[in-house]
C-alpha cells in the first residue's frame, strides 16, 4: 500500500495510504459491502502489507456507501454451494474468513474498525476483534444467524460469551440489532464518534496517533435499551435449554419478554439449539482460535443440514418470510442432532488453536 491510492474504483476493496493510516474501504454498497472470498483475501493481503510497511502506523476499516460498514458475509453464495455443490467453497472461504478474524485481533499495530451503519455477521468479524472499535448512531450491530438457519460465528461466539450476564445470549438467540450505547455495553465497542465527524476522525487517523484523534471526536452514546432489560435477560437466559429460556420468558410478566419468546419462536429450532450449545462452551475455551475451530466445525456441519439453504431461500432469496424448519419444533431437536454440528472434522479442522478443544 505504498502511494496514496493501490487500487480502482472497481475494485470490491478499495486499498489506500493516508499519512500514516492504511485505509482498508469496503466497497460493494450495492450488496451493503457482503464479504466474499476474494474481498476476504484482499484484506489479508492488505493486512500484511500493513504490517510490514514502516510508514504504516495504523489500519483504517470502514465500508463505501451511506448503508453500512458490512451486513456479512455473500450469503447466497453459501446457499448456492450448499444447495447445488459440495460445500467445499463455503468451507474454504470461511477457513479463510476465520483466519483473517483471529489475524485482526491479534494485529500488531492499531486496527481502527468504522461500524457506521449497518454491522452484521461477517461484519461484526472483521470489525468487533479490532482494537479500536468505532461506533455511531446510526450504528445497527447484530448476529442474526437463527434466522436463516446458521449460527453466530466469525468469533461471534466468543464476543457474545464475553457481554455482561446473559446479554450475548439474547442477542445469540434473537439476532436482535443494537445500536452504539448497547455495542458497548456488550463489548463489541469501544467508543462513539458522531456519524458527522467520520471524515474529521479519518482525517486525524492520517496525522495523529489512533488515541488522540479518538479521543478528539469521541462523544457519549446514546442511551441504549438492554441495560434497563438486565433483570429479566439474565433470568430468563440463564436456563439450561432453549426450552426452558422461552417458558421463562413467557412467564416473566414483562411485555418485551413475551416478544421476545414468539420471536425465538420463529427462528430455526436447530440453530437456536446449536447456538446455545456454542456459546455455553465458547464461554469455557480459552482463546478466539480455539472458539473459531470450534465454529468451524459448527459452520461446516450446517452444509449439510436443511435449515441454512431453507432460511436464505425464505429471508433474503424468496422473501417470503415463510421457512419451513426441518425439524419444526423445539421438542423434535435431540441431543444427537445437537451433537452432530460438532463433530471433529479430521484433516480437515480449521487448526487455529493447535489443540484439542
Known amino acids: 500500500?505504498?502511494?496514496?491510492?493501490?487500487?480502482?474504483?472497481g475494485e470490491s476493496v478499495l486499498l489506500r495510504t493516508e499519512g500514516r493510516a492504511a485505509r482498508i474501504v469496503l466497497n460493494r454498497p450495492g450488496a451493503l459491502n457482503a464479504l466474499n472470498h476474494a474481498m476476504v483475501r484482499r484484506i489479508d493481503q492488505a493486512l500484511t502489507d500493513g504490517e510490514h510497511d514502516p510508514a504504516v502506523e495504523t489500519v483504517v476499516i470502514t465500508g463505501a456507501g451511506e448503508r453500512g460498514l458490512c451486513a456479512g458475509g455473500d450469503i447466497r453464495v453459501v446457499h448456492d454451494d450448499a444447495r447445488d455443490g459440495d460445500g467445499t467453497a463455503s468451507a474454504a472461504f470461511w477457513r479463510d474468513e476465520y483466519h483473517l478474524n483471529a489475524r485482526i485481533a491479534r494485529y500488531p499495530k492499531p486496527y481502527v474498525?468504522?461500524?457506521?451503519?449497518?454491522?452484521?455477521?461477517?461484519?461484526?468479524?472483521?470489525?468487533?476483534?479490532?482494537?479500536?472499535?468505532?461506533v455511531t448512531e446510526r450504528s445497527r450491530v447484530a448476529m442474526p444467524e437463527t434466522g436463516i438457519g446458521f449460527v453466530p460465528d466469525v468469533g461471534g461466539t466468543r464476543l457474545l460469551g464475553l457481554a455482561p450476564g446473559e446479554l450475548g445470549t439474547h442477542l445469540a438467540l434473537t439476532g436482535a440489532s443494537i445500536g452504539a450505547g448497547d455495542a458497548i455495553l456488550c463489548g463489541l465497542a469501544d467508543h462513539h464518534v458522531p456519524s458527522a465527524a467520520l471524515p474529521r476522525l479519518l482525517s486525524d487517523l492520517a496525522d495523529r496517533p489512533v488515541e488522540e484523534a479518538v479521543a478528539a471526536h469521541a462523544r457519549p452514546a446514546p442511551a441504549g435499551e438492554l441495560a434497563g432489560r438486565r433483570e429479566w435477560i439474565d433470568a430468563c437466559y440463564g436456563a439450561a435449554t432453549v426450552e426452558e429460556i422461552i417458558r421463562r420468558l413467557l412467564a416473566a410478566?414483562?411485555?418485551?419478554?413475551?416478544e421476545t419468546a414468539e420471536i425465538l419462536l420463529g427462528k430455526s429450532p436447530t440453530a437456536l439449539k446449536v447456538t446455545l450449545t456454542a456459546l455455553r462452551r465458547a464461554r469455557r475455551l480459552d482463546s478466539l482460535e480455539a472458539v473459531l475451530d470450534q465454529e468451524y466445525r459448527v459452520s461446516c456441519a450446517a452444509l449439510s443440514a436443511p435449515d441454512l439453504v431453507e432460511g436464505v431461500r425464505a429471508q433474503i432469496i424468496d422473501k417470503d418470510r415463510r421457512p419451513r424448519w426441518s425439524p419444526a419444533t423445539l421438542d423434535e431437536v435431540t441431543d444427537a442432532d445437537v451433537e452432530r454440528f460438532f463433530a471433529p472434522l479430521g484433516d480437515r479442522e480449521l487448526g487455529l488453536s493447535g489443540g484439542a478443544f
Do not use: L
Not at 474498525?113 to 468505532?134: E, L
Open 113 to 134: 474498525a468504522v461500524m457506521d451503519g449497518i454491522v452484521m455477521g461477517g461484519g461484526v468479524g472483521i470489525s468487533a476483534h479490532g482494537a479500536v472499535r468505532i
Open 1 to 9: 500500500m505504498n502511494g496514496t491510492e493501490a487500487s480502482g474504483a
Open 253 to 258: 410478566g414483562d411485555p418485551d419478554a413475551k
